[in-house]
């Protein structure tokens, strides 16, 4: 996959990887199934843009205490990725380069930020930076890596989704998930069609 994405890698394009946090990976507060097995995924990938010195991108959630998304503030989900704690660090096996951008999210009292596009600046800093094509891998690939594709479709960008570089909370909820985002126009396998 290493010499197949450096192979389809051009001027114009960035990489961002969405929210490869402990607490999304196996042992985390809101484990998605074997979701660390992205990471060499994302590390080749993460390698090849470098290579090529294009820019790089990772989000994250950094939820505060009473965040609205958490259960007990009537959110779907158990507390996770608490501002400053292990579990919102970012996975130590991903391979993010010293000059990576991050891109923090979640951070609202009032709402959710599942896109990393939502409220963040991010597509100004991409249209600053000459992007015009973002790769896309990280977690959970039916909640936060869906709504990044899709606001970054709509935003202009074109989006492929690295191939093994996501994964889902429910495997029918990634099958969702990717027939809603190749009906956007994310392109799902890249180099073919």
């Known amino acids: 996959m290493g010499d197949a994405i450096d192979a389809m890698l051009r001027p114009g394009d960035a990489l961002l990887v969405v929210d490869v946090q402990n607490d999304f990976c196996p042992g985390g507060r809101l484990p998605i199934p074997q979701g660390d097995r992205v990471i060499p995924v994302l590390n080749r990938a993460l390698e090849a843009a470098r290579a090529r010195g294009l820019p790089v991108y990772a989000s994250r959630d950094w939820h505060p205490a009473h965040h609205p998304s958490f259960a007990q503030q009537g959110g779907p989900w158990p507390p996770h990725c608490l501002q400053d704690t292990p579990g919102a660090a970012f996975h130590p096996d991903l391979d993010l380069p010293a000059e990576c951008i991050i891109v923090t999210k979640g951070t609202r009292f009032d709402k959710d930020q599942y896109s990393a596009f939502d409220e963040t600046g991010l597509a100004e800093e991409l249209r600053r930076r000459g992007v015009q094509r973002l790769w896309i891998g990280g977690l959970a690939e039916d909640v936060c890596v869906e709504a990044t594709a899709l606001d970054a479709v709509g935003l ?38």
Request: hydrophobic share 40%; glycine share 24%; proline share 8%.
């Open 156 to 193: 202009g960008f074109g989006v492929a989704l690295l191939p093994g570089g996501a994964l889902p909370v429910t495997s029918e909820g990634g099958e969702q998930a990717r027939a809603r985002m190749a009906r956007a126009g994310v392109v799902l396998q890249p180099g073919q069609g």
